[in-house]
């Protein structure tokens, strides 16, 4: 691309305006500074970029610098998908969690804390929640960061984590419509494909997004993915008939369109982030999100330049653009009003229950809503107890079954209950078993203690259910705590699921097995 600009017309500073572009560091670069002096109206943060609460904040002041009304985003599910809290584990259990205690009061008031923590730190837009139906059971990225599978559970817990997260003046990204739920494919890699008929989409897929509209989400996020009912040609993120004439036209829509990643494979590897750029703007999407993988300079100069030239070919309306940018603009003044209201409201959290005190993730607070995320784990966990089960009194081993993680986790986030049950056991040890590994070298490794096997959709595992199975063979008095989709049968002298792997799942886990 070779596009010349000025970095000051308007054209240039609207092709700036519509890219959430992320970035390397935990203070802000130069040259990142310099494109929103120029008309960069977002920035994306990732774990790369975070360090403490106090950090962010001054990160995030640094960038208001620039621009005061700058939108600043980040991918903070809560549960498996951290950012924030990614070397720690989050302080908040996920949407399985959420669905399964199925307490709408308790949704709103954990999506509220979580958004204060963000607030708190200058975040101002939250790509979450996501949306989807996790109808295949088999699906790679969605899974626990799913309410369930229950439609309507899901555009219920939808419509009050938006509220809640609003609530705190951080703008929802509701996600990915029009629904990532029933893949067996993760769009990081390649392109899924939805082959249902459209009453089914409007029956399921569709249904949380049009609570989701209905509870005033001021942004979408499109996923990749083709669905052939409503476009046999194009997937979501780059279809005018899906972006433009389903949720615009026939819903109504009229909040920020966010494409999902754009450096992901399902767009990177078929027409290139250049040509998907272009055609996600053409389509109806008003922001470009990209720095997950791609975080650097270039990547934003060469997307702005590919839109500029889109423009002058006739490729791309100058107005489509405009309207684009004007988008981005508005939630962007809505954040800043929404910020300022949300500063003056009261202390205590409408929902949340008294804290035990003050928690250690970032951002957290003593006292009234603390403690929320905790409460929700412990109301989440399910366990099924043999007769003969009694809390364990002495240091077991931790067997921890590692499957290969999807993208959307982070490798540096921690997960299974060893540390958390460490600090109510002393010296409890464990060890991680991968595919390569079965019941011989966990039960070599665990000796005499009694051994804790912790696993993660067992069911998508053919390779972890037989390791369970033998290890259950040779030692019945083995615990087994799942932290994926509790989709297997529940087995071993104790039972818990705790319906995600977030720190404070662990937390509730290890206390039903040390009986506290």
Known sequence: ??????????????????????????????????????????????????????????????????????LVAIDEEGGD????????????????ALGAVDDLDLTRAVARELGRRLAECGV??????????????????????AFGADTELVARHTAAYIEGLQAAGVAACTKHFPGHGDTNVDSHHAMPRIDVDLDTLHRRELV??????????????????????LDPARPATLSPRILTGLLREEFGYDGLIVSDAVEMQAIAGTVGIERGSVLAIAAGADALCVGGGLADEGTVLR????????????????????????????????????????????AVQEGTAPGAGATTGIGATTGVGADIGLVAARRAARVTASPSWHPLETAPYVATFTPVMNIAVSSETPWSIGAELAELLPGTEGGTFGTDSGAAEVLAAAGERRIV????????????????????????????????VPR?????????????????????????????
């Open 208 to 229: 949380p997004f049009r609570a989701a509209i209905a509870a005033g989400s001021k942004s979408v996020m499109s996923a990749h993915i083709l669905l052939p009912a």
């Open 81 to 96: 998908v951290t950012r924030i809290e990614v070397r720690t584990g989050s302080s908040f259990p996920g949407n399985l």
């Open 488 to 516: 297997a049968a529940a087995r071993g002298a104790l039972h818990i699921a705790t319906h995600g792997a977030a720190r404070v799942c662990g937390r509730a886990a290890a206390e039903a097995i040390a009986g506290v």
């Open 124 to 145: 101002n837009l939250n790509w979450a929640p996501s949306a989807d139906v996790n109808s295949n059971p088999d699906n790679p990225i969605i899974g626990v960061r």
């Open 1 to 70: 691309m070779t596009t010349m600009t000025t970095g000051s017309d308007t054209l240039t500073r609207d092709a700036l305006a519509v890219l959430q572009p992320g970035f390397v560091g935990t203070t802000a670069p130069d040259w990142l500074l310099r494109r929103i002096g120029e008309g960069l109206a977002s920035v994306g943060l990732f774990g790369r970029n975070i360090v403490s609460a106090p950090q962010v904040a001054a990160l995030t002041a640094q960038l208001r610098a620039e621009r005061d009304d700058l």
């Open 453 to 484: 096997a912790v696993v993660r959709d067992e069911h998508r595992h053919p390779w972890m259910a037989a390791a369970l199975d033998a290890l259950l063979a040779a030692r019945p008095d083995t615990v087994v705590v799942e932290m994926g």
């Open 303 to 346: 997307l702005r330049d590919a839109l500029v030239q889109a423009v002058r070919d006739g490729e791309l309306a100058e107005e489509r653009l405009a309207d684009a940018a004007a988008r981005v603009r508005a939630l962007a003044a809505w954040a800043q009003r929404a910020r300022a209201e949300a500063a003056t409201g009261a």
